[in-house]
């Protein structure tokens, strides 16, 4: 049987067809409507028992290649194709045997995607089967079970020609009780590709490796000299972890020659967890996190990859750019934040992995960009804006352009390779998948070398955060490339300054072409006001401090975090994010308030004030000014005016009373109003309202009692002058007889009844007249000496 009805294994032999249709002419000669009917039978014949119909697409035994080695064979190698095939029908298949065939060259990168496509459609052809001594026999393949091959080939059996990629396809043929013929059941397309010769001008090739996460420090620290970092969870640390994601890239990354593309966030989260730090525990109470060593040794290892290796530093918290420039440029103040990130970028990873970085390049996301994108990207001082191929698409060109690209105000688009950088994605945990990925990614890039003996530069921008399957086959595909022949590494620097195509593209694309699907997800205009609403809550609070960066710097990363590209298609954790940042610092500005108070009394015509300022804050606060201010100055005064302000410093934990002195110019109730205030004249806090009961003594009072008062003096005077002249009189009479035992008045005996000053001496009516027992008691009530009432009763 031919090739390639082998292959098809959907139709009977030409003499079956032959003899067949012979039969149905001869059957129907006698009548020429028979022959007018002639194609009306042939679906009948076609699907009889023993002429089954062709399969269509996938064949039912599902063949795997999860080994294909070496990746890019020179001369004299042997290949090696290992996997399994798997019968996925309901009937054993039996005589079955692998075997391996190579189909025409691929010279198109288009045309390596078509195959792609179709890697296990049955229906094409490939090409002759390789001898049999280079396949593998299965006496049955029974349902649902799955058996392992390996074919091993020398190079030279394969018959290559000239360089290029060539189809290698692994076939299973053979019978079942329905179909009892050989032919294709299975089938599974990868890629060859063939250069035993080092190219005379090489690509060179630039792959950025990401070291970027998600989202993990919240804005909250601890109230110790540390300031003990809050995590909102702990997933870094098994991101870092021995084979973790993270720890997976580096172990990885420090071997190949790669372009290190860093988000100083994660490098400041993991020195972060190497000393004390908390995370969410039971209830409301946080927990110490226990993954220190993780922490230090996964640090120690980024150092010792990224040493001798190009650094290049994202803007802190690897913020969106296509989104700040969508939504976020209309915000005033929003784009400053892009400024700060960029500026702390650099000496974040400088100081943790001991290198220099770049931070000449901005990457917004999968590389789309628009004429705002390219504004945003280059306002913070990037010059160099990563951009993809397929944004800046090319007409009329066979060949695929070099990556630097001028479009205007000396800024230069790296433009990245569309097919390589999204060569990784999807799931490449299955050996099979990440086999044909990398060997797709191969025969892509000698392609491209191909095409034309111009030097290009080449780059690779994968996605932000591969998972560690996506980093094991990005790492093998790496390995094949820089060990072979038509290409070689270089930095992203160097790509950046490479010398143009002349004939690329350099208008940027319009924001109409912006991709639809990035747009959906970018972050929305509120994510920018609640960050400036944020960032200007923080700016008042910050000048009252002692010690404004045990404040200002962990909410200002927290900022920076808000804005991150992670947060992409995530707006619940988004928004939930920033709120806790914006109600953290919400609960700090609280912390240094003023004490209510009641309503208080002033009996008078001036008092003291007190006003409590209280500072729960660990550090001291200052800056502040206290206005203490009267509703109603015609009746109270405040130092003389309106209101009076004093300036306020408190120790952290500590309180101060601040007194304002009043004066009362008439009685009632007057509403005073005390409020905080920074020096530059900006409202602190909440204010704190009472009233003050004004119970002022009018002239007539204060003149009987004045009266009152005299009186008393003038008795009290009365009764010593009479008793001076009393014992004036008794020493007198003594030293004339002092034998005699005549009464006379002296001091008054212990027990006997106060003296009383006679009535005469309040009215001044008689004088020396002694009291008589039938006088009166005074009608004055003894003073209150209980509280006064409800109301505060302030310092005169």
Known sequence: MAEAADFQGTSPSPARRWLRRTGALLAGAPLLAGLLQLPAPLPAVAAAPDAPQAPSGAGSVAVSVDSLTPGAPTEGDTVTVSGTVTNKGKQPVTDAHVGLRVGPLLDTRSGIDSVARNSDDVRSTVGPEIDDKYSEKFSELTPGVSQPFSLSVPVNELDLGRDGVYQLAVSLAGETSAQPWEQTLGVQRTFLPWKPEAAGTKTKTTFMWPLISTVHMTAETGSDEQQTPVFHDDELAKEISPGGRLDRMVALGKELDVTWVIDPDLLASVEAMTDRYEIPGEGDENSLGSHQAVAKRWLTEVQRAVADKEVVALPFGDPDLASLAHNGTSVTGSLSHLKEATDVASGTVESILHVTPTTDFAWPVNGAVDPSVVRVATSAGADKVIARSDTFEET?????????????????????????????????????????????????????????????????????????????????????????????????????????????????????????????????????????????????????????????????????????????????????????????????????????????????????????????????????????????????????????????????????????????????????????????????????????????????????????????????????????????????????????????????KPGAPAERLPRESVTGAGEDEPEQPSDPAPDTAPENAGPSGTGERVDR
């Open 396 to 748: 009329g060109l066979t060949y695929t352009t070099s990556a630097p690209r001028p479009i205007g105000g000396g800024t230069t688009a790296v433009v990245a390779d569309a097919r390589l950088s999204t060569a990784f994605q999807g799931d490449l945990t299955r050996a099979s998948t990440s086999t044909l990925t990398v060997q797709r990614f191969l025969a892509q890039s000698l392609t491209l070398g191909l095409q034309t003996d111009r030097q290009r530069s080449v780059v690779v921008a994968p996605q932000r955060a591969p998972s560690a399957s996506q980093a094991q086959t990005m790492a093998e595909a790496i390995r094949i490339l820089q060990d072979g022949t038509w290409s070689e590494s270089q930095s992203l620097t160097a790509a950046a300054g490479a010398k143009p195509d002349p004939a690329a593209t350099t208008k940027v694309p319009s924001a109409s072409s912006y991709p639809s699907s990035l747009r959906k997800r970018e972050l929305p205009k509120a994510t920018f006001e609640q960050i400036v609403r944020t960032q200007a809550k923080l700016d008042k609070f910050k000048v009252i401090l002692f010690d404004q960066s045990r404040v200002v710097t962990p909410f200002g990363r927290a900022l920076n975090r808000g804005m991150s590209v992670s947060w992409r298609g995530r707006p619940a954790d988004a928004a939930i994010y920033r709120s806790g940042v914006e109600s953290y610092l919400d609960g700090l500005i609280d912390r240094v308030r003023l004490i209510d108070k009641s309503e208080t009394k002033l009996s008078g015509r001036s008092a003291t004030i007190p006003v409590t300022v209280q500072n729960n804050l660990v550090q001291g606060v200052e800056h502040l000014v206290l206005r203490l201010t009267s509703t109603n100055p015609t009746r109270l005064e405040i130092g003389g005016a309106a209101y009076e302000e004093q300036p306020v410093t408190v120790s952290g934990g500590h309180s101060q009373s601040v007194k304002f002195t009043t004066s009362a110019n008439a009685n009632g109730r007057a509403t005073v109003v005390a409020q905080l205030y920074t020096q530059d004249g900006r409202k602190y806090g909440d204010p704190v309202t009472f009233d003050v009961k004004v119970t002022e003594i009018t002239a007539t009072v204060m003149l009987v009692i004045g009266g009152g008062v005299l009186l008393l003096v003038l008795a009290g005077f009365r009764m010593y002058t009479q008793r001076k002249r009393a014992a004036a009189r008794g020493t007198a009479e003594q030293g004339e007889d002092p034998e005699a035992g005549e009464d006379v008045e002296g001091p008054q």
